[in-house]
């Protein structure tokens, strides 16, 4: 009887304890069971929404639960845009995991309650701050547009903006008064509330108010000389009137009118760069933009790049840090105080903006604690010269785009009240530059910012197109250097594209790095180094490159030096010396047809020096060519060689040729002493009053004839693409979707790798910019050595191809001359130092010395095999017979498999499943019985041999040394399995196998180092 109680206490105690199981958990039995809406219901603790478009039938799918989830959570329908594919998006973001159209299962809808379960906690709080999933900020801020030209008000936006005008160090406009550069501040009303400290995306772009009509025209030029050092007055600060007023209040008397506004000289609306950052805003990052010096409602004058235009740029990184002052105009001197900042500030931007930021890394400031610059300029002197030469047809640059810049021109009063001492200013830095000609000097130490390369402090990550013609490729590679110099992180990112940044919103397009998007990259980059997110993006490798041969692929590299080179001489030109000259009226040579007619073979105004490429190659860095050479003179002919560039806008960060000036009309004053600043008459000049002769030099990859191979050729400026998705590049927080593309190759027979130019007046000239300050005066017939250095690149060449070595005078669109002259090359001296990815570089355990590094080099090399680890080859390491059938899968290219293989120990999941397959369909293989193929297991010596026997034979391959081929010298050739007899003749007849001290070892197991050394030599056999 106590028994029968108890045990009915016990079933008591049970009935209640069921009863008090939350609904959620009693859901939860089954983690395979379907979810249903009354699911949701019972874990939601309410019915569930749905948007339109979810059916929210009797099983719910997983992207319909996401959905409900998300809107539970407290997400707006209008910040998570359309249903699913938005939704899917944010779902995905958050981390959430799933496939969207399968049936949601318990054990889905647990791990998606538990992300949403955090958002609804990010969204509930009392204070809503950014929120770090997945390693990045969320969209989970408000958005409200300000492109409004009247009717904004930041009573009811989502996103306060305002202008403040920050003090800088100097008075460039000579008006007695420290400048002030005006910035407009954009962030999250939580964060102007005072609920966070937002930190910054920061963009210093002199475009963004607004350009003017002017492009090399000089009718607002004057025609007096300017001090330029007085540029660098610094009078006493401003005295502040009061206590700072606080974000809010001054932020309501904003005026949407100030940043968007109609430019009738540039036919658009500014600020241009107005919704460019709202990816960052909706995630609760501040976005400040600042045009600088002399654009409009700034102070000062646009000096196109000089360390003052730094200056004031870091002043604005200094307010945000709270070590400046800045005012709410410019006339009351009442402060405001950055109250909203978190002091922590981030960079990008494309071109010009990518420029600014890389200077403002070698000012050290204090708050900037990462740069992401796109297609920057490291040094102004290589943007439009090299080695001693002009490449922009005019000289004379900065004075022309610091013009175009001058929105001050906007505003008439304001124009007027500097317009005559600016035109001055902007006559001096044209006669500085013309006096250059070409060369380095003081005009262009002021606007290099790799001289301060010691002072930087914060990492980077430098994002590069490998086909930009406008910035060129040595300017990521001057910054890479600037980096390394001062030992501090940097990654490079490097696309085949030309002169953007993979996502490109003035064009509304964007395009996957590596698989992932590239604004979701950079967030986790900004995310890491702003906010402190633990996400393990400072690991990303070194280098991370898109594949010339296959956009779809991207390759990484542990560095992007490179100690490895290979040769390309002209010992074998066949005359002792080439004789190449300017005139190209003669080959009717233009800007049009000049590659095509130059990569043909040697012309009278051309040098081509060729050679093989034996194996796929992987060119990294720079080419160095080197030569002996003599200039002759020539004849004054009726017109100026080359044509005038067409001015065709693309857009400000393009450049356009300015004019059409004589190349050499200009000379260097410390070469003609006596007659500073005058030019000399160019027509039948002698050579040593001759100046800017430009020599230059070209890589190209030419297919075997008949043949074709797919490249990136910009037209003209941009790789063409085409639109994978429409709205397919997700931007979140309801911000408008960008097109997802992708870039096209073209099917070429010739792509030009990298170009160079060099005056044959700056022998002395190097790599390092400030080396092109000297010259000399020519003499006819003297020999001078030149080293020429071609733009950087990454690029992938073909085995069977030929890299050409081109030598020719000047650029069609890059040079004009009135006068011919000839350069007589020595082709003994002729070579080009190719600098190539070594694949062996990052193995601790091969080195150069190895017996097996060749062959372990052309193994990794065409892809046959690859490291154990990073940094591990494993050379003594045994192969499996899986992975010798891998390899021999690779070499034959990875044929189509339909089906598996018979042997019931080969999963088809496994990476090696096609590879035994295809070779035992083929008879390659036959198993180690009817049934296995023993995946796993060491392959032996004589196993390996049989296999390649066999897959000689399937490549129709000529076996038959094996029949005279005695392998009884070795001391235990009666070792050797039956089966294997025939294959090891062969294979020590056709010099695949010599054996280890005298023997052939059978039944060793066979090595990696081994096995590498076997596939070469069995590729060098079989290829005969």
Same mark, same amino acid.
């Given at each position: ?5 108890? $045990? ?281 933009? !600042? ?134 200013? $902007? ?33 980077? $990550? ?31 990112? $490097? ?216 490249? !990136? ?243 129709? !391959? ?67």
């Amino acid at each position: 009887m106590k028994r029968t109680k108890q $045990l009915l206490s016990l079933l008591l105690a049970l009935v209640l304890a069921l009863s008090l199981v939350s609904p959620a958990l009693a859901a939860e039995t089954d983690d395979a069971s379907g979810v249903t809406a009354d699911t949701l219901t019972q874990l939601l603790g309410q019915a569930p929404t749905f948007p339109e478009g979810a059916s929210a039938s009797d099983g719910i799918t997983n992207q319909e639960a996401a959905a409900a989830l998300l809107l539970w959570a407290g997400m707006e329908e209008s910040q998570l845009g359309a249903y699913p594919a938005d939704y899917n998006s944010m779902a995905d973001s958050l981390g959430m995991t799933y496939d969207p159209e399968a049936a949601c299962t318990q054990e889905s809808l647990t791990a998606m309650k538990a992300v949403a379960d955090q958002l609804y906690d990010a969204l509930h709080a009392d204070k809503l701050e950014p929120l770090f999933l997945n390693g990045m900020a969320q969209p989970i801020f408000p958005y409200t547009s300000g492109a409004a030209e009247e009717g904004y008000s930041n009573e009811t936006s989502d996103i306060i903006r305002f202008f403040v005008y920050v003090e800088t160090n100097y008075d460039t406009d000579g008006d007695g008064k420290l400048d002030l550069v005006k910035a407009l501040v954009q962030l999250p009303r939580a964060a102007a509330e005072g609920d966070y400290q937002a930190a910054t995306i920061y963009e210093a772009r002199p475009y963004i108010t607004g350009c003017t009509p002017f492009w090399g025209e000089t009718d607002e030029y004057g025609t007096d000389g300017y001090d330029i050092d007085s540029l660098y007055n610094q009078p006493a600060a401003r005295t502040p009137a009061g206590e700072a007023v606080s974000t809010l209040d001054h932020a309501a008397q904003a005026d949407s009118s100030e940043w968007y506004y109609w430019n009738e000289y540039e036919d658009m609306y500014d600020y241009e760069d107005l919704d460019w950052y709202d990816y960052y805003l909706v995630r609760g990052f501040a976005v400040v933009e !600042c045009g600088g010096l002399g654009t409009l409602g700034s102070d000062g004058f646009e000096t196109c790049g000089t360390d003052l235009e730094i200056d004031a740029f870091k002043c604005v990184i200094e307010w945000l840090h709270g070590d400046r002052v800045a005012y709410t105009d410019k006339e009351s001197n009442i402060p405001i105080e950055a109250d909203w900042s978190s002091g922590s500030v981030g960079m990008t931007g494309r071109s010009y903006a990518g420029t600014t930021q890389f200077g403002l890394a070698t000012t050290g400031v204090e708050g900037l604690k990462t740069i992401v610059p796109v297609a920057g300029i490291a040094s102004w002197y290589e943007y439009t010269n090299s080695q001693g030469i002009s490449t922009g047809r005019n000289p004379a640059y900065s004075d022309i785009l610091a013009l175009y810049c001058a929105g001050r021109y906007l505003d008439p009063l304001d124009w007027a009240s500097i317009q005559g001492k600016y035109g001055n200013y $902007l006559y001096q830095l044209q006669l500085d530059q013309l006096a250059l000609n070409g060369d380095y000097g003081d005009h262009w130490a002021t606007r290099d910012y790799t001289l301060n390369a010691e002072n930087i402090q914060c990492p980077a $990550l430098i994002v590069h197109g490998l086909n930009d013609d406008n910035v060129r490729t040595k300017e990521f590679d001057l910054m890479y250097q600037a980096y390394e110099e001062a030992g501090v992180p940097v990654k490079l990112l $490097l696309h085949q594209d030309g002169h953007l940044t993979p996502t490109y919103p003035s064009q509304g397009i964007s395009f996957l790095v590596n698989g992932q998007s590239y604004d979701e990259l950079l967030n986790q980059w900004f995310s890491h180094y702003l906010y402190g997110v633990d996400n393990d993006v400072e690991n990303l490798p070194a280098v991370t490159a898109q594949s010339n041969l296959d956009t779809k692929q991207w390759n990484t590299y542990s560095d992007w030096k490179t100690d490895a080179s290979v040769t390309l001489t002209g010992e074998n030109a066949g005359e002792a010396t080439s004789t190449i000259s300017s005139d190209y009226d003669a080959l009717g040579v233009d800007r049009n047809n000049w590659k095509d007619v130059f990569t043909a073979g040697s012309t009278a105004s051309s040098a081509m020096y060729t050679m093989d490429v034996t194996s796929d190659t992987v060119i990294k860095g720079t080419v160095a060519v080197s030569f002996r050479a003599a200039t002759t003179n020539g004849e004054e002919v009726t017109a100026p060689r080359g044509e005038t560039s067409a001015a065709a806008a693309v857009d400000h960060d393009t450049f356009i040729d300015p004019s059409s000036l004589d190349h050499d009309n200009f000379v260097n004053p410390a070469v003609n002493a006596g007659n500073e600043g005058a030019t000399v008459s160019t027509p039948n000049a002698d050579l040593i009053d001759r100046d800017g002769l430009m020599v230059s030099a070209m890589l190209v990859d030419i297919a075997p004839e008949g043949e074709t191979f797919p490249a !990136c050729n910009t037209a003209p400026t941009y790789v063409n693409k085409t639109v994978i998705q429409e709205d397919g590049a997700w931007q979140g927080g309801g911000l408008q979707n960008l097109k997802l593309v992708e870039l096209n190759t073209t099917d070429v027979s010739y792509k030009v790798i990298a170009r160079g130019w060099m005056d044959l007046c700056n022998p002395g000239a190097g790599y390092d910019s400030a080396s092109a300050a000297s010259k000399v005066s020519l003499k006819e017939g003297q020999y001078y050595d030149y080293t020429l250095y071609l733009q950087p690149n990454l690029y992938e060449v073909e085995a069977g191809h030929s890299l050409a070595l081109v030598v020719y005078a000047y650029e069609p669109g890059k040079a004009a001359y009135t006068q011919n002259y000839t350069i007589t090359l020595d082709n003994s001296t002729v070579s080009a130092s190719i600098p190539v990815d070594d694949p062996m570089a990052s193995f601790t355990d091969v080195t150069t010395g190895s017996w097996f590094y060749d062959a372990a080099k052309y193994a990794v090399q065409a892809g046959i095999m690859n490291g154990t680890s990073a940094t591990t080859f494993s050379p003594n390491k045994t192969t499996t017979r899986a992975m010798a059938v891998t390899m021999l899968y690779r070499m034959e290219g990875e044929p189509a498999v339909s089906g598996g293989s018979a042997f019931t120990d080969v999963p088809a999941n496994q990476y090696y499943a096609e590879a035994v397959a295809w070779a035992a369909a083929n008879d390659i293989v036959t198993g180690t019985s009817a049934t296995t193929f023993s995946p796993n297991k060491d392959i032996t010596r004589e196993q390996l041999t049989a296999i390649l026997y066999r897959y000689a034979q399937y490549k129709g !391959c000529d076996v038959s040394v094996g029949e005279d081929t005695n392998i009884l010298s070795y001391g235990d050739a009666e070792t050797v399995s039956t089966y294997a007899i025939p294959a090891m003749q062969w294979a020590v007849g056709a010099g695949i196998i010599n054996g280890i001290k005298d023997n052939l070892v059978p039944k060793g197991n066979a090595t990696r180092a081994q096995m590498a050394t076997m596939l070469m030599r069995f590729d060098a056999v079989t290829a005969q």
